[in-house]
């Protein structure tokens, strides 16, 4: 059974940085792309930024674009999410999941880091 495991959540002062990472194991369920997502007190699990596997193709949502970079180091089977100029709004419980096609669901949700920005 595959896994996904993110890391590096914390507690930051806003304008500061963090970098989570989402690390694959087992049978992947993630081999076309991984997605980053959040989910903040009382909104719903919203998309953050994805990345193919093979050539490192970006998306991302508008209120993270020139904030955050997806990136993925295949040899580790690990994506990160470099979070800069981070803001209270940003706060949230940040999930990975990956998917093997363009079209099919998310799967393999780990169990969350949480980010928390102070003002």
């Known amino acids: 059974q595959g896994q996904l495991a993110e890391s590096g959540g914390g507690l930051v002062q806003a304008g500061g940085s963090l970098r989570l990472s989402c690390t694959a194991s087992?049978?992947?369920?993630?081999?076309?792309?991984l997605g980053w997502f959040r989910r903040a007190p009382g909104k719903e699990r919203e998309f953050v930024a994805r990345?193919?596997?093979?050539?490192?193709?970006?998306v991302y949502a508008d209120s993270v674009k020139g904030r955050f970079t997806v990136s993925r180091d295949n040899a580790r089977k690990t994506v990160y999410l470099q979070m800069n100029s981070l803001k209270p709004e940003d706060t949230a419980v940040y999930y990975c999941?990956?998917?093997?096609?363009?079209?099919?669901?998310?799967?393999?949700w780990g169990q969350g880091t949480q980010v928390t920005v102070s003002s």
């Open positions: 999941a990956g998917r093997n096609t363009p079209t099919t669901q998310f799967l393999g």
């Open positions: 087992g049978r992947t369920f993630s081999s076309y792309e």
């Open positions: 990345i193919t596997w093979s050539g490192g193709v970006t």
